[in-house]
């Protein structure tokens, strides 16, 4: 589609050492991308906003990027938006625990339209889920009719080297 971006691809420099990994076309037909930011140390969370003609919507977030950090390392699994446009972001979060090992946990963090932190959810915005100890890693999410929230993945038990199925509903 060559209206899109330049010749139908978009190369964005606005955010170095990025990936995207998940994304979903809004009611106002802009585009959401949910990814992974490197800042040399760990990874943050990334949202960013593009018009349909892949240009950055500078009205989201900070000039059209969301950048989170929870001080650990953080990695999205996926992204859904309300009828509203508020958005769940669901990942995983780790805290160091030796040179280059994490106790990782599930994290749900929620942001309204405009790409900021819904404080009003949870505990300042983030609900973190861990499963008695284990690494815990969410692989899939769903927002349920009622508007319960679904989380599935796995947790590992590194006493008995074992990993299990792994869920919760927040």
Known sequence: DSTFGNNGTVISDF?????GSHISQLSNGNIL???????????????????????????????????????YYEFPCYHSVMPNNTIYLMGRTGLPIGLGTYHYDYILMNFNSQG?????????????????????????????????????????????????????RI
Do not use: E, H
């Not at 930011?37 to 906003?49: A, I, M, P, T």
């Open 33 to 71: 991308i949910s990814g992974v930011r490197s800042n040399g140390l760990d990874n943050d969370f990334l949202l960013f906003q593009m018009n349909n003609v892949g240009k950055i919507d500078s009205t989201f977030g900070n000039n059209g990027v969301v950048i989170f950090d929870n001080g």
């Open 15 to 19: 955010v170095k050492n990025s990936s």
């Open 116 to 168: 900021k932190v819904d404080s009003s959810f949870a505990t300042n915005g983030k609900y973190i889920v861990d499963f008695s100890g284990y690494a815990d890693v969410p692989n899939c999410s769903k927002i349920q009719a009622d508007g319960k929230i679904l989380m599935a993945g796995s947790s590992y038990d590194s006493t008995n080297n074992v990993s299990y199925f792994s869920i919760t």
